[in-house]
């Protein structure tokens, strides 16, 4: 015995499986211009006035047209890449089933939940919904109409009960009129007759009107048939499928059955079978009733429909007509895969409107504050290229500035002018730490540029972007490289010109001359910067000048561990000048620290990273400053200076002190410490 059949859980073949629309590179129009519209909705979080009901219709259409635009734009897409490779078209089909799916339900959310009217006008409503978003037969109805013979086309009566079941008995007896004995049978006269008297719902047409009209017009066609007016033993096609057609306009349920390949789907039928049984919707479960019969018929189930065996769109639609609000969104959270995006909008919309008082079976609010923000994440985290948009969204929820710090500290940047996008929302939103943050990774993306590269020139990068971060420990690391940089190249010059010491290049002079107020940021800054103004004082002739500035930052214990002895050589001109520009506190601290290196070169212990000690101050990541090799160039050159120039060094040295003591106060030149 064959098992009886029940509910399939199959729909309309031209459904595919959904995919996500944040993945085809089609659609991200698709995603910014949806969050236009969204931005001119928002009126709680700006406090104005909540968009009233033809406000919010426009709003909703606005959403709608979106949809439907890229509906087309897609569709015109997937027939262009007929040659492309499967997979491309598999999901490009998803991409435009899907949003046929979410237009129908946004339309239908328009009609039953915002656009409200009277049961008559709603279901004119609904039947402008089938006829605008199902149309196959209205394009074969254009083959039928251009053939020679039209009645004997394989779709003509198709498209005769096509027409007829949508309401549209204007085209329904057109295409009638197009059969050979339209004029002169008097069965066709007849059923003719009856298309035209089918009484039309108009806007300005009273109620009570129209459905007297409608039930003057049933009980004629009730009365043909049972009148028999057309045979019913006849095996005429002709006269089979309008006797078809009159039961089907009698609202007989079960005729239906035959015209199922008619539809695209068993709602548009449930609203063909509304028209022509109750129009005015006076029943008030009408829905509830006839639903599942329906569905049933639809799919050639003889049993009652069990919902829970409905597929989730299916059941969306069923959730909308019924009015089954929290049910309705829960479905649209998992019946697209659109990361939220339809549930988002449509819920945003309610929120933003006057009418959020007709929805207080759900609490509108917390499902905004919900899903806006996931939506946003999505767009973070499928779509790099969405994050601004993200941020837009972002902006408009509950306890937004940290939703957008987070989604700021996620967002990766290649180029200047990211940055300055990055650097500009974190200053509207006064988020002074992302900001700073921002500055010290492109700091040190500079300056790992620099090292990989070997282009030195890219320092006075980093160091700008370091001091606006104003990070000590990373300006004190490139200022390391700055002052690294000039060891190298004096030791290259030593060694070229075989002196005792020689001048380094000093990289991106013109970035240290305009560092500014920012000085104060580092001791090391200031060195750098004091360093760069002893070579230019020296350079123009001012030996006093350029005296004073050395030996009181080495008075002052600002100079790094690493880079005292080079300080020291520069004093040599200086202490060896025919005028005595260095006093004896001056040269007794000169002479201290040319001891303490002495000693520290001259051993091998692992004390020799004091080296890289400032005042009290550690810096303990080696790995930031130099390379040990670096490091070891640095000592071993000045080993060699000490063992072949100690003798010279003390000489000059002892000889500034006996001029300090031979020559009169008056004309020793002033030395003011620098407090650093």
């Known amino acids: 015995m064959n098992k009886q059949k029940t509910l399939i859980n ?25 969050g236009i519209v969204f931005k001119f909705v928002q009126r709680v979080s700006h406090n104005r006035e909540l968009l009233n009901h033809s406000e919010l219709l426009q709003s909703s259409r606005k959403y709608r047209s979106v949809i439907h635009s890229w509906l ?46 009277g049961p008559g006008q709603q279901a004119g409503q609904l039947l402008n919904w089938v006829k605008w978003h199902f149309t196959e037969f209205v394009e074969l109805a254009d083959q039928v109409i251009v053939a020679d013979l039209p009645q004997m086309h394989e779709f003509y009566w198709d498209v005769i009960l096509f027409f007829a079941l949508r309401g549209d008995m204007e085209n329904a007896a057109m295409f009638l009129e197009l059969h050979s004995e339209s004029q002169t049978d008097s069965v066709f006269i007849m059923v003719l007759e009856l298309l035209r008297k089918y009484p039309v719902l108009t806007n300005m047409q009273v ?88 569905i049933n018929i639809y799919h050639g189930v003889n049993e009652e429909s069990n919902r829970s065996q409905l597929e989730p769109f299916d059941e969306l639609i069923l959730c909308i007509l019924f009015y089954e609000m929290p049910t309705m969104i829960s479905q649209l959270s998992f019946c697209f895969n659109d990361n939220w995006w339809f549930v988002t909008h449509f819920i945003d919309l309610l929120y933003n409107s006057d009418g959020i008082k007709d929805f207080q079976f759900v609490d509108v609010q917390q499902l905004r504050d919900s899903f806006v923000p996931d939506y946003a994440d999505s767009l973070m985290t499928h779509q790099k290229q969405f994050w601004q948009l993200s941020i837009e969204y972002l902006e408009q929820c509950k306890d937004s500035l940290e939703h957008i710090r987070l989604c700021l500290e996620r967002v990766p940047f290649k180029s200047q002018r990211q940055l300055q ?35 030195h020139n ?47 290049i000093l990289l991106d002079a013109d970035m240290i001359a305009n560092i500014g107020n920012a000085i104060v940021i580092s001791e090391r ?114 080993r060699n200076i000490i063992k072949k120039h100690e003798n010279v060094l003390r000489l000059a040295i002892a000889r500034n002190l006996s001029r300090n003591f031979v020559m009169p106060r008056s004309e020793l030149s002033s030395c003011q410490t620098i407090k650093l």
């Open 10 to 34: 199959a729909h309309s073949s031209n459904w595919l499986q959904h995919s996500s629309l944040f993945t085809n590179p089609h659609v991200r129009g698709f995603i910014s211009e949806s």
């Open 72 to 117: 087309i734009k897609l569709s015109k897409v997937e027939q262009q890449q007929q040659q492309s490779a499967e997979n491309d078209l598999v999901e490009l089909s998803q991409m435009v089933k899907m949003l046929h799916k979410m237009e129908i339900a946004w339309h239908l959310c328009e009609i039953m939940l915002m656009d409200i009217r």
């Open 207 to 294: 109620y009570h009107e129209y459905y007297i009209r409608f039930e003057i017009w049933h009980e004629s066609v009730l009365h043909t048939i049972e009148q028999q007016k057309i045979p019913p033993e006849s095996n005429k096609k002709s006269y089979i499928q309008m006797n078809l057609l009159l039961h089907l306009l009698a609202g007989e349920i079960g005729e239906y059955s035959k015209v199922t390949h008619l539809f695209d789907s068993w709602y548009q039928m449930l609203i063909s079978f509304m028209i022509f049984t109750d129009p005015c919707l006076k029943q008030g479960r009408f829905f509830e009733n006839y639903a599942n019969k329906i």
């Open 421 to 455: 996008t990055l650097v500009s929302l974190a200053k509207r939103f006064n988020l002074t730490d992302i900001e700073l943050s921002l500055y010290k990774i492109e700091a040190r993306r500079w300056l790992t540029k620099a090292r990989q590269l070997n282009q």
């Open 458 to 504: 890219q320092y006075g990068s980093a160091l700008f972007w370091a001091i606006r971060s104003k990070d000590k420990m990373l300006i004190n690391s490139i200022v390391d490289r700055y002052l690294y940089y000039y060891l190298k190249t004096s030791i290259e010059g030593v060694v070229k010109t075989e002196k005792i010491v020689t001048d380094g």
């Open 525 to 638: 800054l200031i060195f750098l910067c004091k360093y760069y103004e002893f070579h230019q004082l020296q350079k123009q002739g001012q030996h006093s000048a350029a005296a004073t500035i050395l030996v009181d930052m080495l008075a002052s214990n600002a100079i790094p561990q690493y880079f005292i002895f080079q300080v020291i050589l520069d004093c040599l001109p200086l202490l060896e000048s025919s005028n005595v520009v260095i006093d004896i506190d001056q040269t007794s601290k000169i002479l201290a620290s040319f001891e303490t290196i002495v000693e520290n070169l001259q051993t091998d212990r692992q004390e020799c990273s004091l080296f890289f000690q400032i005042g009290s101050n550690w810096n303990m990541n080696k790995s930031i400053t130099f390379k040990d090799e670096e490091l070891e160039q640095i000592k071993t050159h000045q």
